[in-house]
């Protein structure tokens, strides 16, 4: 059985340490603020993630870009001369072409090197959700599950993957067309704050409305209280858009209802941030569904 690499990219919002310990390797996609683009990668080379956030608070827009089908040809196609088949985990497909920039590789890649393996799955998840899942393909790759074995895994359980997030600002949800602008406007009078999730087809979509932070965030890990399975033993994973107290709070309260004790903490990288902005929090964990 020939070994293999997993290969993901950035909106994984994974921490260097986890990068590390997983061993995976992270495509850095783009992001543009005025004239300058910027690689968001791990170790935020180009500019802090507080950085980003304090431009986006002084009123900064940001774009986003996805991976090209010439970077995965190279980057997959290095791993392949090196002796490596390539699994990739992808970011989801209802909110990005970057997967589909991947299968168009693959298939080239497959043609060009027929005695490699080269399997691409479409995650369906965003930010640390997508990062939980290449987490577990991590933990499988290294209890020695070939890369079948693994991507089967993925594929049966990806829709499991729960996600659950909430904003401090809806101005951003509306500049991504989430919410209307008298939605955000008045949303932003009441102090109205939605609860969001990744549904089944990988599009962000808003589930309800609560009054309050507090709220919001407990309204998190209540969803998380309907339909975790086993949650003590799970690896849980926390994304913030620079709001570390509030994840803190969330995790807190995890650790209280269901005596988890491996929670990771880490921000949401400045392409997801884009769209989510400043003072978002999200859940990510293993559920019956999604919710």
Known sequence: ???????????????????????????PMTYTIGEKSYRNDPEETDLSSGDFYDMLR?????????????????????????????LYVGFSSGLSGTFNSARIAFEDLSA??????????????????????????????????????????????????????????????KRGGRVSGAAAFFGTM???????????????IPMEKVRGRKASLDALVAHMEKDAVDPASQTVFISHGDCRADAEYVADLVREK???????????????????????????????TRG
């Open 1 to 27: 059985m020939r070994e293999y690499k997993i290969l993901t990219d950035s909106t994984t919002d994974l921490s260097p340490q986890l990068v590390a310990q997983t061993g995976v390797t992270v495509l």
């Open 58 to 86: 002084g009123g900064a827009m940001s774009t986003t870009s996805q991976i090209n089908v010439e970077t995965f040809r190279e980057v997959a196609g290095q791993m392949a001369r090196d002796g490596f088949d390539v």
């Open 112 to 173: 060009e090197y027929p005695e490699h393996k080269f399997l691409a799955v479409d995650s369906l998840c965003a930010s640390m959700g997508e990062g939980l899942l290449v987490y577990h393909a991590a933990q499988r790759q290294k209890a020695g599950r070939s890369i079948e074995e693994t991507a089967r895994w993925l594929e049966e359980n990806k829709l499991h993957l729960a996600h659950w997030f909430t904003v401090d600002d809806l101005n951003h949800l």
């Open 190 to 204: 009441l102090n109205i704050k939605p609860v969001l999730h990744v549904d089944d087809a990988g599009h962000l």
């Open 258 to 288: 269901f005596g988890t004790q491996d929670i990771r903490i880490h921000s949401i990288g400045p392409v997801i941030g884009s769209h989510s902005g400043p003072g978002t929090v999200a859940l990510f964990y293993l559920g019956r």
